[in-house]
């Protein structure tokens, strides 16, 4: 199979405003790629060549089925999608005044959005004769969860079936299902908290270097070692990000 971005592409790429999504963005750009950058706050990013910017909020389900179609039909040489726009909420469930609407929001980000986004995108991607992909942006707690922030552990879990299941139902096309799973990068969303973190262009670069690759799963940083722990002696990263 061709390589994905031997040649320069159009990527779809949620939460380019920020962290692991700004460097990514711009990695891709600086190697001749277009990116259509959507975020609620997308057309703040300063505009640039091969540069798209669509404003959606994500936790809106009807707002990203408008944008997916919007973005299908205008955009029709789409071959890559990062659903990489993430919310983590720190939050204890037997705190009785936990906002439901929290719970949604998280949610609807980190999972319902791209099983939208997916629905919208897979009928033409699997049609394909050529490379397609969609990556989905996970975390080393997908796989051994933390105390804190329960939901989000709970999303990237989910994250981690769903592309299990789109690989079933993309199998005999070119449509590529990879998820990154990245350790604690240096980000908006981690900060104050952790230390040790990856920083976010080298998260970046790791995961196009994954997707270039074409794997089915890319292990970044300490997550390579999560993983064979885990193999070998789950009660240790079990432990470790229980406490992290
Ligand atoms: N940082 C880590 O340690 C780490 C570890 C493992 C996995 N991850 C995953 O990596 C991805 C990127 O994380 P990050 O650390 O770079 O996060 P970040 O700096 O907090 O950035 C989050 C991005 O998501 C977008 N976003 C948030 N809520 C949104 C909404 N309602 N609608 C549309 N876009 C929304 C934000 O854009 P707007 O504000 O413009 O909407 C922003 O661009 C996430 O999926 C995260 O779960 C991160």
């Keep these: ?13 949620t ?15 600086a190697s001749g790629h277009k990116v259509i950058a959507v975020s609620r706050t997308a057309s703040a990013l300063p505009a640039e060549d091969g540069l798209t910017r669509y404003d959606c909020d994500l936790a809106d389900p009807k707002a990203v089925e408008a944008m997916a179609s919007a973005l299908l039909a205008k955009y029709p040489d789409v071959r890559i999608i990062i659903n990489n726009a993430g919310l983590q909420l720190p939050m204890r469930l037997d705190n009785p005044a936990l906002a439901t609407n929290m719970l949604i929001d998280e949610i609807a980000i980190n999972v319902l959005a791209p099983t939208i986004i997916a629905r919208a995108f897979m009928p033409q ?23 804190t922030t329960a939901l989000y552990c709970a999303t990237k879990a989910a994250i981690h079936s769903l592309s299990q299941s789109m690989r079933y139902q993309s199998e005999g096309s070119q449509m590529r299902v990879i998820e990154a799973i990245l350790p604690l990068v240096d980000t908006p969303m981690t900060k104050g908290r952790g230390t040790g973190k990856l920083p976010a262009d080298t998260a970046a670069r790791a995961i196009i270097a994954g997707i270039r690759k074409g794997h089915d799963e890319v292990y970044i940083g300490k997550a390579q070692l999560l993983r064979i722990l885990g ?11 229980k406490a992290s």
């Excluded at 199979?1 to 790429?13: D, R, S």
């Excluded at 490379?131 to 796989?143: D, E, R």
């Excluded at 009660?235 to 990000?241: D, G, H, S």
């Design 15 to 29: 939460g380019a405003t920020s962290g692991i999504g700004t460097q990514m963005l711009s990695q891709l750009i």
């Design 125 to 147: 991607f699997t049609a394909l004769s050529e490379p397609s992909a969609i990556v989905n942006i996970s975390s080393g707690l997908a796989f051994f969860p933390k105390t």
């Design 231 to 241: 193999w070998l002696a789950p009660f240790i990263p079990r432990r470790i990000l």
């Design 1 to 13: 199979m061709p390589e994905l971005f031997a040649q320069p592409t159009t990527v779809l790429l």
